[in-house]
């Protein structure tokens, strides 16, 4: 599993790169995340926009990023891809997670 982090402004943005979020990858995918978020500010941004599938062990592998890095640091997600859109939504995850349609979007949104 591979990431890309960059600090962009006051903001961790770690990028996903990698097709798939599954129980092959979901160990593989909080240790990378532990290690891409080490010392990162208050918000985190959760790029996914090069994920194509996620299975309920790759959400709960981001759900439990998001509980290692609370209460001290927020973990935004951006660029979901309809498949894995459609799995926050039936899982009702997107009512826990901040979600923007674009990275971009979410830098935007947070500058203001």
Known sequence: MDFVSDMIGDRMVVTV?????DAAA???FKDGMRIAT??????V????SQV?????????AIVGVM?????????????LRPN?????RLTR???????????????RDHAH
């Open 52 to 60: 194509d599938f996620i299975d309920s062990s790759g959400l709960g």
């Open 93 to 107: 995850m997107d009512t826990v997670f901040v979600i923007h349609a674009t990275r971009e979007e979410a830098l």
């Open 38 to 43: 080490e010392g990162a500010s208050a918000r």
């Open 26 to 28: 979901a160990l593989q």
């Open 84 to 88: 894995v859109e459609r799995v926050f």
């Open 67 to 79: 509980k290692y890095l609370a209460p001290e640091r927020q973990l935004d997600l951006a660029g």
């Open 17 to 21: 790169q990698s097709a798939r979020i």
């Open 45 to 48: 941004l959760l790029d996914l």
